[in-house]
């Protein structure tokens, strides 16, 4: 396959990604060159800074490649990676999934077993506490077994006003 590039909707002629993944600056640090931008691995998944109009977000590489290259004729709200590996950010590894057809595809074809995420330990960073799973971690803070697991896992920040790693 031959890598292709197109600006990413919403930072037309700012920002281009190709259907391998890789996100470059048209215009990097106003010099008129064009950069390929690194990506974050601070996440689970990559991420990349975009600068529009002096704001800076940060986006998911696999978002953007779906929403540049793959139809969401249904409007379904995630991307799932087909073969599991987070950081493979290929067009041809990328799909438009609900949630329910996600979790599915990591059970039936990832061999992923779902009665192990809420059963892993948890310890408070900022309290050191540690709970021997993530539901009575969810229970004592109270929020929910995904909020304190997305926490661990480094896919959000706080979960119950406290940041937490997976033991």
Not at 37 to 64: A, M, N, Q, W
Not at 151 to 166: C, Y
Request: proline share 4%.
């Amino acid at each position: 396959m031959k890598e292709e590039w197109k600006d990413i909707p919403g930072y037309e002629g700012i920002y281009r990604i190709s259907n391998f993944g890789r996100v470059k600056s048209l215009n990097y640090n106003k010099t008129g060159k064009e950069k390929l931008l690194t990506p974050k691995k601070s996440f689970v998944y990559d991420v990349v800074c975009l600068c529009f109009k002096g704001k800076h977000k940060y986006e998911f590489i696999h978002r953007l490649v779906a929403k540049t290259f793959i139809p969401n004729i249904q409007k379904k709200p995630q991307v799932n990676h087909k073969n599991g590996d987070k950081r493979d950010n290929n067009v041809e590894n990328l799909e438009w999934v609900t949630p329910s057809e996600n979790v599915k595809h990591s059970v039936r074809e990832l061999k992923h077993n779902p009665r192990t995420w809420s059963s892993t330990p948890v310890r408070c960073v900022e309290t050191g506490e540690v709970f021997e799973t993530q539901s009575e971690a969810a229970k004592a803070y109270h929020t929910s077994q995904g909020a304190i697991g997305n926490s661990a896992r480094r896919k959000s920040g706080r979960a119950g006003g406290m940041h937490w790693e997976l033991l």
